[in-house]
């Protein structure tokens, strides 16, 4: 830490202890939302605000938030972050010591989502990432959790999958060196592939840098290789290019990827060339039942499409929330003890039942949940199978 962001963390601590008697004290619980609303992340962004209007509407129809034997009044701060970490960390020293927030929601990307959490911790104040899957995000920091995995549990699914379905021994994986998400998942898919299959059966392992538009050399690479399957990380705005010139240079094999896939249009941009292909996932709006089926009704009706990923996670995280606080039986109106017992309460949540399936997070702030594969089917992201811890 340099002395520089001490000296800001230290005057940023006394504006919290000023504010200690804020939150609550006057009838009202103040949320931070802190989430791409421009920017690359920005179509996310709003579909996790839209989820999270939702829960605030419901919260009006049913006269505010009983905490004990109160009524309050909760009130969401949309705060954009323009999908660039330096702003979300300025958003979070807003959140906590201008609006005195009992707890936060976001960022929803890992290269935001780290820096924030770091922050949080700093100032003992609740942080749920609906969509950060870098273990890092919550590593020794107690203040910090998640609504999805992590990324390191889907190379084993996929690898299971993809021996189950299209008995792949060999596989080839395509990722952008530069961006942190595809890079870890491209190695963590590589070590548990090699594990199960072998040292070497990642017969390609190919790199492209961010704004690369052309992957004609390394698919062709790739088409030689003998693989017999293709794992590619990337985002769902990237998948499209990468699909059709898999095509074009005649590369036959199944395409799969991460939860990277969901959210954003990406079957808008790639239509019918990603029908068939599967993705792991945390959430899938087809074939929905129970409390997921309530969502995707209430969300689909508000907004005339069906939630991704990113909107789901968004609307679990906020009802987990809201759970904790009401379970922490009382806030005293002191923000700084208010906090901590958030943190404890939603540290001990079991069994919530979610859109994105059951959650009850571990140690590390992570929900123990089931791994969703995740199959396009007439355009509509659809529950094909699922792997649980």
Excluded at 14 to 32: E, F, H, P, S, Y
Excluded at 179 to 203: I, L, Q
Excluded at 330 to 351: H, I
């Amino acid at each position: 830490m340099t002395r520089l962001f001490r000296i800001f963390l230290l005057g940023s601590l006394v504006l919290v202890v000023l504010c200690q008697n804020v939150n609550g004290a006057d009838g009202t619980i103040r949320i931070g939302f802190n989430i791409p609303l421009v920017g690359m992340f920005s179509m996310v962004g709003n579909h996790a605000k839209d989820a999270a209007e939702l829960v605030r509407k419901d919260l009006i129809a049913q006269g505010g938030l009983r905490v004990g034997d109160k009524i309050y009044d909760v009130e969401f701060l949309y705060g954009n972050n323009n999908s660039n970490p330096v702003k979300a960390s300025a958003l979070t020293v807003e959140h906590i010591t201008k609006d005195s927030v009992l707890a936060m929601i976001g960022p929803l990307s890992s290269r935001q989502a780290i820096p924030v959490a770091e922050m949080a911790n700093s100032f003992s104040t609740t942080v749920i990432s609906p969509w950060s899957t870098s273990p890092v995000t919550t590593k020794d920091k107690p203040f910090s959790f998640r609504s999805c995995f992590i990324y390191t549990e889907q190379g084993p699914v996929l690898t299971q999958y993809t021996a189950k379905e299209y008995g792949a021994t060999r596989a080839a994986v395509l990722y952008d060196i530069l961006s942190a998400y595809p890079r870890g998942m491209a190695s963590s898919f590589k070590a548990a592939f090699e594990k199960v299959n072998g040292t070497g059966s990642v017969v390609a392992f190919e790199e492209f840098r961010t704004e690369d538009k052309d992957f004609r050399p390394q698919l062709e690479r790739i088409r030689l290789s003998g693989a017999q399957v293709l794992f590619t990380p990337q985002h769902y705005n990237e998948v499209p290019l990468i699909v059709r010139q898999a095509k074009e240079v005649g590369l036959d094999i199944p395409i799969v990827g991460s939860n990277s896939w969901a959210g954003g249009d990406l079957v808008g941009e790639c239509g019918s060339e990603c029908d068939g292909l599967i993705f792991t996932g945390n959430y899938a709006p087809g074939g929905a039942t129970g409390i997921n089926k309530t969502f995707v009704e209430s969300y689909s009706k508000a907004y005339g499409k069906n939630p991704d990923e990113p909107a789901a996670l968004t609307w679990d995280a906020v009802r987990a929330l809201l759970k904790a606080i009401q379970n922490t039986g009382e806030l005293t109106g002191n923000l700084l003890q208010d906090r901590k017992a958030v943190n404890t309460s939603l540290a001990q949540l079991k069994n919530f039942d979610g859109a994105s399936g059951m959650m009850s997070f571990n140690a590390s702030g992570t929900p123990k949940k089931c791994t969703i594969i995740v199959k396009i089917v007439d355009g509509l992201f659809t529950f094909n199978d699922s792997v649980c811890p």
